[in-house]
């Protein structure tokens, strides 16, 4: 039966001669993967929409006992790429295409994360990167469940609030001073407060802020822990983006 939704690409790969394996983030059935026959040489079914984060309607259909959907066309709606892009802004649309592919497991529907990464998507093609960055972070990894209690510690319960507070790859959650781990990186208090109103406002809210690298970086650095931990792997982009 043939389908249709909305849908941001987030991989493709070469995948015999002329055809490509790609992966979409849909609205309508979550993360599905499949293959564009001849997408290498139809510009005709899918021109340029095969880029990451491309917004497209994508028509596919499922074949029964194969995994593999079989991609017909892709109609491009808005493309990250229709504005002249750098490299760290090609780094952040990698970046978010990679956590959501390793994040979401296939074929599990998702409004929420969908309206989120097409908003974070929009304010990635204007402005420093990031901030939308910080606040895709802090929504997908409390939208996946995996945000612990950012104002107390996670070993014995006290109140964090503006005292000290710190983080470690191996431990969930924050800790106090009188529980942290040896080689514990800290969280500022601004940080925290930069998280608590993020989750109170839209993204639009912050973008007449003065947003450099350094503002919130401990911040991102705690949430890339959390998601690397639950997939159990390095996010390759994550690091790229350490180097810029």
Excluded at 42 to 69: C, I, M, N
Excluded at 177 to 186: F, G, I
Excluded at 217 to 229: P, T
């Amino acid at each position: 039966m043939p389908k249709q939704s909305e849908a941001l690409v987030l991989r493709t790969y070469p995948f015999h001669e002329a055809d490509l394996l790609v992966t979409l983030f849909t609205r309508a059935e979550g993360k599905v993967r499949g293959v564009a026959k001849s997408a290498q040489k139809s510009r005709k079914r899918f021109g340029g929409a095969l880029e990451p984060l491309t917004y497209v309607t994508a028509h596919w259909a499922d074949k029964e006992k194969q995994e593999l959907a079989r991609f017909d066309s892709f109609e491009i709606i808005s493309s990250p790429l229709a504005v002249e892009v750098n490299y760290p802004r090609l780094l952040a649309l990698g970046y978010v295409a990679e956590v959501i592919d390793q994040l979401l497991p296939d074929r599990e529907p998702s409004d929420s994360i969908f309206r989120l990464a097409l908003s974070v998507v929009k304010h990635l093609q204007a402005g420093p990167i990031w901030m939308p960055l910080t606040y895709f972070d802090l929504w997908i990894v409390r939208l996946i469940g995996l945000l612990p209690d950012l104002s107390q510690c996670a070993v014995c319960g006290t109140a964090l609030n503006s005292s000290r507070a710190y983080f470690h790859p191996l431990a969930d959650g924050l800790l106090c001073a009188n529980d942290k781990r040896l080689a514990s990186s800290e969280i500022s208090a601004e940080s925290r407060m930069i998280a608590a109103g993020m989750f109170r406002a839209p993204v639009e809210t912050f973008t007449s802020l003065h947003w450099p690298r350094q503002r919130g970086a401990d911040l991102r650095r705690f949430l890339a822990q959390s998601i690397e931990r639950h997939i159990e792997k390095k996010l390759v982009t994550a690091s790229m983006l350490d180097r810029i």
